[in-house]
Structures are given as C-alpha cells and as structure tokens.
C-alpha cells in the first residue's frame, strides 16, 4: 500500500462548479499534511497546510480526520486557472521529518 | 519569501555522460535539501536527503554511487548523475526548509528535465 494515496482524476469540471479530492495516508504517526498544486512540469507549490479543526483560504477548504487517516481538499467556484495537479503531502515521521507526496489528483476546469 | 535555485533548468545529453544539477538557497541556510525525482505523469518520489558537511541519506532502490550528491555548504547542493542513460530521463527537482521543523514550509527549486539520448 502506498504511504499517500490519491484518486490520479483526471476530474474535468465546468467553470463555476465545485470540487472534492481525498487523500488517505497509511502512517497513524504523521503529524503535519500539506496540499500543493503543481503545474506541468512547474515546481510543486504550496496551496495550504491542512489543520486537524479544518480551515479555509478564500475558495479553498481543507479537511483532516486523523480516525480515518483521510485528507481532502473543497475548491469552490472553480476558475480556469485551477487546472493543476493537486498533491496531497504528508510528513513521514523518519529522521529528517520527509515530506511524502501523494500521486496528485489532475484537475481540469473548463469553460 | 525564502528562494531556492536549481539550474540547470533542462539538459540534452548523450548517454554514458554525466550531468550535474545544482540547487541553491538564495536567502537562507539550509543544512538539509532534499532531492526528488519525477517520471511523467507520477508522484514525486524522493530520492535522497542532503546533509551540509555529511553524506547523504539515500532511500531505498537508488545507488549512491549513480547519484552523486554533495552538499559542500549550507546554500548548494548538487546532484551528479553518473553515465546517465535513457532511463535517467527524468525530472529532477530539489527542495529546502528554511528551518528544521515539520512544519516548516518546503520551498522547491524550478526543477532540471534530463533528456538522456
């Protein structure tokens, strides 16, 4: 099983629409979850750290359950400019605090 | 915000050459980088940590002696592809933290696409 998991999409929405991705992460132990947004064959950056009481940037909301081990990410009123892959990242509790990405979840706004 | 260069940005070589990517922090000491490798279409798969002034920490499945890494001062970083071959066509990206905690935030160089022919 993969450490970080994530549906690859590619999820092809209208302008407007809104959108959910998931991320589930096998290791109990981690303790800090990202969501980075990578555009082809750009650096990841990052979009928003995820809170375990939940949070919200602007059109963006993140979730965490720790029960379940799941992530997610609500991008309301998509805009054509938030076609991206989104990267579920996750901290892996080894020496060094790695970063784990998942494999991204390719989004596709459309007009 | 902090800054990390990494250059070359693409790279066209021959196989049997070697190719070496530098990453540097511009405006912050980083003790520790991180090296990536990205294949089309897949998640970014960490390849190895670096350590300023010690070897480095490879992680499982990739040779050290393939991929060369020296981290000679707390702002460079570098990866020495030895006698690449085609399938070493990769992206190759490098990251670092301004400061050592988890929570830290993981600023990433531009990335180097290796073309090996």
């Known amino acids: 099983r993969k450490e970080v998991e994530q549906d690859p999409g590619p999820f092809n929405v209208p302008e407007g629409a809104t959108v959910a991705f998931n991320c589930t992460y096998s290791?109990?132990?981690?303790?800090?979850f990202f969501w980075y947004r990578q555009d082809c064959r750009k650096e990841p950056k990052l979009l928003m750290s995820?809170?375990?009481s939940g949070n919200e940037d602007g059109r963006f909301t993140a979730q965490l359950n720790r029960a379940s081990q799941y992530i997610s990410l609500l991008i309301r009123d998509s805009k054509l400019s938030d076609s991206a892959t989104y990267l579920c990242?996750?901290?892996?509790?080894?020496?060094?605090?790695?970063?784990?990405f998942g494999g991204g979840t390719r989004l596709m706004v459309k007009p | 915000g902090a800054v990390v260069s990494q250059h070359p940005s693409w790279v066209i070589c021959k196989s049997g050459t070697s190719v070496k990517i530098e990453c540097r922090s511009l405006?912050?000491?980083?003790?520790?980088m991180f090296w990536y490798r990205q294949f089309p279409k897949q998640s970014l798969m960490l390849m190895a940590t670096?350590?300023?002034?010690?070897?480095?920490?490879?992680e499982q499945g990739v040779e050290k002696d393939k991929f060369l890494i020296n981290h000679a001062s707390l702002t460079l970083s570098t990866l020495t592809v030895t006698s690449a071959h085609p399938e070493d066509s990769s992206f190759y990206i490098c990251?670092?933290?301004?400061?050592?905690?988890?929570?830290?935030?993981?600023?990433f160089g531009s990335g180097t696409q290796l073309s090996v022919l």
């Open positions: 290791n109990s132990a981690s303790q800090s």
């Open positions: 670096s350590n300023e002034g010690s070897k480095a920490t490879y």
């Open positions: 990242v996750v901290n892996t509790p080894r020496g060094g605090n790695m970063l784990t």
């Open positions: 990251s670092a933290r301004p400061g050592g905690g988890i929570n830290e935030k993981l600023f």
């Open positions: 995820v809170y375990s």
């Open positions: 405006d912050f000491q980083a003790t520790t």
